[in-house]
């Protein structure tokens, strides 16, 4: 079977933005409501909970990106036994993960007030609040969390979207509620347990209805069990790697700068990684029909797809980096005040940090919709064990800034590159990387262009209000998409966007 890629990734990145757009808004006015009511310590807190279960997630070990990657093909081939046995393998493998979640998580509760500097809040008890997210994290892994596979493999992930939607609505309600009224943040976590639980549980009953001739049963056989044991050893690494590597910023803050200055840069960072989210729409959406491209088309086609979403990505990057830099600090200062400012050398930081992790993300996405992980597999270790090494180092002497900018020297120098290297070699044979590379470079120096110019004009106006917010977002948005329009209008792939765009856009018209 052929899946409808286009259409399935455009309905996908519909429903995507919609869903990402409110659990952005939503957690802003939670965060909000958390700092003012509750106090800034609960918000640093909630941050170093939520990095030390993705430490913790590591026993998935890619597991569910193992079995979703194995889905292609029988998918493309209308096998339904062997979708119903990897689905059975899935199952097990989930069930199992989430004991090995609760026992690791178990063991880190002695040395939890290690890992805070400074004094928590006098009404929490750290133990407790810390195996209530515990208890959030395994149960997502118990309740019919093997059902979601069946959703990326036939890019329908709409369908989560949905549900999730609704699930979230019922949460923010009683989070609301529960912190303005109450103050409590005990009932405020029970909350999200509750709404992960009923997010499975509808998410599956929906699955049901959609594939009925689907159902975790029988064996795989022994050729596809040693394929997936394979690509689960790759991926144990890049679990591994990738965790370290996302997680690690928050709790080396945390344990030496503190709950509030993590919380702080928390603000800054809940911004850009809200942004990171709606972009990672485009790579979830896509990813599946990535794969099944790549099982039924050549790889003059499939190189073409890859520098077109390059291209497209760096468009995009470009105008959310204009954006950080002529909106962050004004807008900080209307959300938080003066008093909860970081210098704007610190956002110059991020906005770096974010080009160079768009640019990993994509080149990442090729890597996983083709299943590469095991020839993949020491690159995201060392680039890893580099960013924690710059990281411990470098915060003692910069504080923030190294925090930052371990993160890009090991993405730039280690991560990019060697990925790069392994996509071309395994995927793109044909193709000349050097060329590709330099594309990358002058994407890049497009975008620092935008963003001075931005800046020089940005600059020039006050910070008075919501009114002129607007006004240098808007200007922070045409900046970018002028340029790139006016050097690459004559652009192979920029005509290709503007052709997609189109029919994606006649389709939601009909």
């Known amino acids: 079977m052929k899946i409808e ?23 802003f006015i939670m965060r909000t409501i958390m700092i003012y009511f509750m106090g800034i310590e609960y918000a640093g807190l909630n941050n170093l909970f939520v990095s030390i279960l993705q430490v913790l997630n590591l026993a998935e070990l890619g597991v569910g990106a193992a079995m979703t990657c194995s889905m292609y093909a029988p998918i493309a081939e209308d096998d339904t036994a062997k979708i119903c046995a990897l689905m059975n393998l899935y199952k097990k493998g989930f069930t199992i993960i989430g004991w090995i979640i609760l026992g690791f998580g178990l063991l880190i509760v002695p040395v939890l007030p290690k890992l805070i500097s400074g004094e928590i809040p ?32 036939h890019q329908r992930l709409d369908i989560s979207s949905k549900v999730s939607l609704l699930t979230s609505t019922l949460q923010y309600v009683f989070q609301i509620l529960v912190l303005i009224v109450f103050h409590n943040y005990y009932l405020y976590v029970i909350a999200s347990i509750t709404a992960q639980v009923l997010t499975n549980v509808l998410t599956a009953i929906r699955v049901d209805k959609m594939y009925p001739n689907y159902r975790p049963a029988g064996q795989v056989d022994k050729e596809t069990y040693k394929e997936i044991k394979k690509k689960i050893q790759g991926l144990v690494t890049n679990k591994i790697g990738g965790t370290i590597l996302n997680s690690a910023d928050s709790i080396v803050i945390s344990a030496f700068l503190g709950l509030s200055i993590l919380a702080i840069y928390q603000n800054y960072f809940f911004i850009m990684s809200s942004v990171i989210s709606i972009l990672y729409i485009i790579y979830q959406s896509t990813i599946a029909g990535i794969g099944n491209s790549l099982l039924v088309e050549n790889q003059s086609k499939n190189y073409n797809d890859f520098n077109t979403m390059t291209f497209a990505i760096s468009w995009l990057s470009a105008v959310c980096c204009c954006c950080f830099i002529a909106l ?37 996405a090729f890597k996983d919709a083709a299943g590469i992980w095991y020839e ?49 070699s395994l995927l793109f044979t044909e193709q000349s990387r050097l060329t590709y590379c330099l594309s990358l470079i002058k994407y890049s120096i497009v975008t620092i262009v935008a963003g001075a110019l931005t800046y020089c004009v940005c600059i020039r106006i006050a910070d008075v209000g919501i009114v002129t917010l607007l006004l240098k977002g808007i200007i922070a948005v045409i900046i970018p998409m002028a340029i790139f329009i006016l050097i690459y209008h004559k652009n192979s792939h920029f005509r290709r966007i503007t052709v997609i765009a189109k029919r994606m856009l006649l389709r939601k018209s009909r």
């Open 5 to 27: 890629r286009t259409k399935n990734a455009g309905r996908n990145i519909a429903f995507g933005f919609i869903q990402k757009t409110y659990q952005i808004v939503m957690p």
């Open 122 to 153: 006098d009404t929490l008890n750290l133990y407790i609040l810390y195996l209530l997210y515990l208890g959030n994290t395994v149960l997502s892994y118990w309740f019919y969390a093997y059902k979601n596979s069946l959703l990326y493999a």
């Open 376 to 424: 993949d597999r020491y690159r995201p270790l060392v680039t890893a064990i580099v960013n924690l090494v710059l990281n411990l180092i470098m915060v003692q002497f910069i504080g923030l800034y190294g925090v930052l900018l371990s993160t890009v020297i090991s993405l730039l120098v280690v991560g990019i590159p060697w990925m790069i290297h392994n996509v071309f």
């Open 328 to 364: 962050y600090q004004p807008f900080m200062k209307i959300w938080m005040g003066d008093k909860y400012l970081l210098d704007y050398s610190v956002i110059i930081c991020l906005v770096v940090y974010f080009f160079v992790f768009e640019l990993d993300q994509l080149i990442g």
